[in-house]
C-alpha cells in the first residue's frame, strides 16, 4: 500500500511538473501540487514535517483564482526543507500564507528551521536580484533565483522574491505578484514591451 501511495504521488507530481504547456497556472493548482510534493517528502520525514496552508477565508477564492507561473511556490518549499528543515532537530513546519490586495498578490513561505544570519541572508538576496552567474553552484540558491527571474520575465522587476531570516528561528520566503485571474493580462504586457 505504501509503495502503491507514494507512486500515485509521485506520478501526480510528475504530470503536473511536465504537463500543461501554458505558463500561468491558478494559485489552487500550485498549492494542490505543493501538498504533492510535501506528501512525497513525508515518507522520507515521517512526522518531522508538516504544511499548513493559511489564507484568509474571506480572500481564500480571489487568492486561489489568482494566477502564478507553474512550479513558484513548489521550489521554495523544497529549499525550505533542503536547507533549513533537514539540518534542524525536531519537528520543521512549512507555512504557506497567500493575502491579496486591489492589484498585488503576495504569498509568504514560513519555515521554523534553522534560519540564516544576516550576512548570509543579504548575499542570498543579492544572488537573487542578480541573478544566474557562470560561477552559480547547486545547491547555492539557484532554484529562488530561477524562480525570481521567471516572475520577472513575466512581469516585470517591481515583482519577485524576497527572503527575511533569523539565525535559530527560520526564514520568510516574500513573493510579489500581480493580482492576475485570467491570461489575457499577460498578453498585454508582452505587446508592450
Known sequence: DTIADMTE???TF???????????VSVEEELQ????YFHIQRYRFADRLELHISCDPAD??????????KLTIQPVIENAIYH?????????????????TDNRLLINII????????????????KIEGGLSADSKKGSGIALVNTNQRIRLCF?????????STYGMGTNVQIHLPRITDRKYLKEIEYEE
Open 84 to 100: 533549513g528543515l533537514e539540518p534542524r532537530k525536531g519537528k520543521g513546519k512549512v507555512i504557506i500564507n497567500g493575502t491579496v
Open 111 to 126: 519555515d521554523n528551521g534553522q534560519g540564516m544570519d544576516e550576512e548570509e541572508r543579504v548575499r542570498l538576496n543579492q
Open 9 to 11: 504521488a509521485l506520478a
Open 156 to 164: 516585470g522587476k517591481e515583482y519577485g522574491i524576497y527572503v527575511y
Open 33 to 36: 501540487n505543493c501538498e504533492t
Open 60 to 69: 481564500r477564492e480571489a487568492i486561489y483564482r489568482c494566477r502564478l507561473p
Open 14 to 24: 510528475f504530470r503536473y511538473t511536465i504537463s500543461k504547456v501554458e505558463n500561468l
